[in-house]
C-alpha cells in the first residue's frame, strides 16, 4: 500500500488518540543503509499519525560527543516531536573503549505509561529492535493498537509478527525522504536528520 493510500485509510478514524515513540538511531541508520537518504522527520509524523488525533510523539536520541545537535532538535520540537536525549556510558573492553546508549526501557516506560493512564487508543513504535515484543504483547491486552513502522531489512521478524499491523518504510521510501534539487542541494533540509 502506498503512503497517500494508508494515510487517506485512516483518516476516517480521526478519533483515535495516537502515542508516536521514534528510535531515531534505528531510523537514521535504516535511511543511510535502506535509502542513502535523508529523511523528512514531518512527513514521517503525518505517516505515524495519519490523519487520526495525535496524543504526544517522542523523538529518542543520542547525545553524541562532537556532533551538535542543537539545530536538529530545535527543528523536532517545531514539528511536534518532544525530544528526550540520552548520553552513551563508556564500557572498557581491553584496549579499546565502547559506548552503549538505547532507549529500549525509556520507550516502554513511557508506552506503558500512556497505555495504563487510558489516554491513547494506538501506540505507533518506530523501531525495528525484537526487545520490543514483550511490550507490544503488553500494550495489546491493554486493548491498544500498536503499529510498528521500520526498515523491514532491520526489523526483528518476531517484532512484526507481534504487531497488531506493520509498515515497511523501503517500500513507501519516496514518500518520507527529502527532494533533492538539481545543485544537490536538499529541500528544506531543516527538516532532515545529518548524515
Not at 487520526?52 to 545537535?69: F, G
Not at 526498515?151 to 509478527?161: P, V
Not at 507481534?162 to 545543485?183: F, P, R, S, T
Amino acid at each position: 500500500m502506498k503512503a497517500q493510500e494508508l494515510i487517506d485509510r485512516d483518516k476516517m478514524t480521526s478519533h483515535l488518540r495516537v502515542a508516536v515513540f521514534v528510535d531515531m538511531q534505528n531510523i537514521y541508520y535504516g535511511a543511510k543503509n535502506t535509502l542513502k537518504k535523508k529523511v523528512d522527520f514531518k512527513r514521517l509524523l503525518e505517516l505515524g499519525v495519519r490523519g487520526r488525533t495525535l496524543y504526544r510523539a517522542i523523538a529518542y536520541l543520542v547525545d553524541l560527543d562532537k556532533v551538535n545537535q542543537d539545530s536538529f532538535i530545535y527543528v523536532l520540537r517545531s514539528l511536534g516531536y518532544e525530544v528526550k536525549l540520552k548520553e552513551p556510558k563508556k564500557f572498557y573492553s581491553w584496549d579499546k573503549i565502547e559506548y552503549k546508549a538505547d532507549w529500549d526501557m525509556g520507550i516502554a516506560i513511557d508506552a506503558i505509561a500512556m497505555a495504563e493512564n487510558g489516554k491513547i487508543d494506538v501506540v505507533v513504535l518506530m523501531s525495528g529492535d525484537g526487545d520490543f515484543v514483550d511490550l507490544i504483547n503488553f500494550l495489546k491486552a491493554k486493548g491498544i493498537k500498536v503499529e510498528v513502522i521500520s526498515f523491514r531489512s532491520i526489523t526483528a521478524k518476531e517484532l512484526i509478527h507481534a504487531a497488531n499491523e506493520y509498515i515497511d518504510l523501503g517500500e513507501i521510501g519516496d514518500y518520507i525522504v527529502l527532494e533533492e534539487k538539481e545543485n544537490g542541494d536538499i529541500s528544506n533540509s531543516s527538516r532532515s536528520f545529518f548524515g
